[in-house]
């Protein structure tokens, strides 16, 4: 694999300001990005749509919307559809939430969920947007996402057609699951796998697990299986590097997408 499906995800090297990742980018002949609404809100939304699209690169994913278990969901993520369309993407990265007061449990979280989705979907749909369910790890179903599995994220994104909403497939969230292999060919039969991410998993977690997202190549994940088990299931978008890690945000962030770059090509 070339960098010609190569993605950036923002978050890899937070620490670039939005005009230095893409200026490193076009140096590097990096085709895509990832981007977050908080560092994209900061910099003014129609001002990195400007300078994504001068500088020639495809903005693969919105992160994130979400978070539907909690008050006040509507309005967010409808504005985060809209920021989408503003940044020329089609994928809108969905974490849908954990346990609430008004959600306690799993099953009442799921069906939040599920419930709000169908509120936005044909909203995206209109818009020309895909809403992707990201399922996060089980670590984190309770104050993050109550969606665990793949197949719970096809459970619900099923209800829907498929250019309204599908699913995110994540090595970091999924490598542990042997369904999951069975749920990536279901979801790429049926067109539903609107992101593909890498990030490797290494231990010790860090304290609060959220940072512990290793380099490609240096955890436990086989990387290149995923990526042979996603092409197979007909998928052929980009291939978006999304790390979350401490010790790669303390250091030169210049240094560090280099390194993501070869990180990719070798895996």
């Not at 960098?3 to 620490?15: C, G």
């Not at 179903?141 to 619900?156: G, K, M, N, W, Y």
């Not at 909403?165 to 069975?182: F, K, M, S």
């Not at 979350?244 to 210049?254: C, K």
Request: proline content about 6%; overall charge negative.
């Amino acid at each position: 694999m070339n960098l010609d499906r190569f993605s950036l995800n923002q978050m890899t090297v937070k620490q670039l300001a939005l005009p230095e990742l893409v200026r490193e980018c076009v140096r590097l002949g990096v085709p895509g990005v990832g981007l977050w609404r908080e560092p994209v809100r900061e910099y003014g939304v129609e001002a990195a749509a400007a300078l994504v699209r001068d500088a020639g690169l495809a903005v693969t994913t919105l992160c994130r919307g979400g978070f539907f278990t909690s008050d006040g969901w509507e309005p967010d993520n409808r504005a985060a559809i809209d920021e989408a369309v503003a940044l020329g993407t089609d994928t809108l990265v969905l974490v849908s939430g954990g346990l609430t007061p008004a959600c306690p449990d799993l099953p009442s979280a799921r069906a939040r969920i599920a419930e709000a989705i169908g509120v936005l979907a044909p909203y995206a749909g209109e818009r020309g947007v895909r809403l992707a369910i990201e399922p996060l790890h089980p670590m984190y179903a309770s104050d993050r996402c109550a969606v665990s599995t793949l197949d719970q994220a096809l459970e619900i994104a099923e209800r829907f057609p498929a250019e309204q909403v599908g699913v995110t497939v994540d090595t970091y969230h999924l490598w542990w699951d042997d369904r999951a292999p069975a749920a990536v060919a279901r979801a790429g039969a049926a067109g539903r796998i609107h992101s593909f991410q890498l990030a490797d998993w290494t231990t010790p977690l860090p304290a609060g697990a959220l940072d512990g997202r290793g380099q490609l190549g240096t955890g436990a994940i086989d990387l290149a299986a995923w990526a042979g088990l996603v092409e197979k299931a007909g998928y052929t978008g980009p291939v978006e590097v999304e790390l979350f890690n401490g010790e790669l945000w303390a250091r030169d962030g210049v240094k560090v997408l280099e390194e993501t770059l070869e990180a990719f090509l070798a895996v």
